[in-house]
């Protein structure tokens, strides 16, 4: 099975920066998206940036213009930087991703917590 661990969660103030990131392992053959979700108290998971192959992006709307998501292939990491971070910001932040075996991949959730 592939594992996901994300890592770089915490406390912000509110305008602040944090940056995620997310590497895989396990018996992987490839991966063809990486991306971020995140879930906040009483809200449904909503997504936060997908990075396909070939480098194109896709960002919620809640996100656009301050986060920017990034991969590395060669280590299996996806990377989010979180810029300009606001209380509505605050959430669990998941990573996933979607390739080969199995077909999609997520991690355990990385506590972000951006105050006034």
């Known amino acids: 099975q592939v594992q996901l661990?994300?890592?770089g969660g915490g406390l912000v103030q509110?305008?602040?920066?944090?940056r995620l990131s997310c590497t895989a392992s396990g018996n992987?053959?490839?991966?063809?998206?990486?991306?971020?979700?995140?879930?906040a108290p009483g809200k449904?998971?909503?997504?936060?940036?997908?990075?396909?192959e070939?480098?194109?992006?896709?960002?919620?709307?809640s996100v656009?213009?301050?986060v920017t998501i990034s991969r590395d292939n060669d280590k299996n990491t996806v990377s989010l930087q979180m810029d300009n971070m606001k209380?509505?910001?605050?959430?669990v932040y998941f990573c996933t991703m979607i390739g080969s075996p199995g077909g999609r991949w997520w991690g355990q959730g990385a506590q972000v917590t951006v105050s006034s």
Not at 14 to 18: I, K, M, P, Q, T
């Open 5 to 7: 661990v994300e890592s």
């Open 14 to 18: 509110a305008g602040g920066s944090l």
């Open 28 to 39: 992987i053959i490839n991966i063809q998206v990486m991306g971020w979700y995140r879930q």
């Open 44 to 52: 449904q998971r909503e997504l936060v940036a997908v990075n396909f």
């Open 54 to 61: 070939g480098g194109t992006t896709t960002y919620g709307n």
């Open 64 to 66: 656009k213009g301050r």
């Open 87 to 91: 209380p509505e910001d605050t959430a």
